[in-house]
């Protein structure tokens, strides 16, 4: 067996090197509020303008700090779905600079994971 040692590491060109654009900046929240029904959720804006949404049925919380979460390092989205007796909930967090996009399609899979009981 031989090992060719004359190009260590990633074959590559320079096509395959170009600069890409990505998405940047907080966007517009209401791409991600506006995806809640009054049926279903409960929206609060507290005293220093975060905006809270809770599922009717306590297990589903949204969280929007524009100037970042209280205590938090950054945070700008929390997203947290409570648990059962015999499955662990999760939370997921995402800092103030998030696009709102990217916020507005992790919640459109958490409420097309739900189903009611």
Same mark, same amino acid.
């Given at each position: 067996?031989?090992?060719?040692?004359?190009?260590?590491?990633?074959?590559?060109?320079?096509?395959?090197? !170009?600069?890409?654009? +990505?998405?940047?900046?907080?966007?517009?929240?209401?791409?991600?509020?506006?995806?809640?029904?009054?049926?279903?959720?409960?929206?609060?804006?507290?005293?220093?303008?975060?905006?809270?949404?809770?599922?009717?049925?306590?297990?589903?919380?949204?969280? +929007?700090?524009?100037?970042?979460?209280?205590?938090?390092?950054?945070?700008? +989205?929390?997203?947290?779905?409570?648990?059962?007796?015999?499955?662990?909930?999760? !939370?997921?967090?995402?800092?103030?600079?998030?696009?709102?996009?990217?916020?507005?399609?992790?919640?459109?899979?958490?409420?097309?994971?739900? !189903?009611?009981?």
């Amino acid at each position: 067996m031989t090992v060719d040692v004359a190009s260590p590491g990633f074959a590559t060109t320079v096509e395959a090197l !170009r600069l890409h654009s +990505w998405k940047l900046g907080p966007g517009q929240p209401g791409q991600v509020i506006d995806q809640f029904t009054d049926a279903d959720f409960k929206l609060v804006v507290d005293d220093r303008a975060d905006v809270h949404i809770n599922s009717r049925d306590g297990r589903f919380y949204l969280g +929007w700090f524009p100037m970042g979460r209280p205590g938090g390092d950054g945070e700008g +989205w929390v997203i947290a779905v409570t648990g059962t007796a015999k499955v662990p909930g999760y !939370r997921m967090s995402f800092d103030t600079e998030t696009p709102a996009e990217i916020i507005a399609a992790a919640v459109a899979q958490v409420l097309a994971s739900s !189903r009611p009981l």
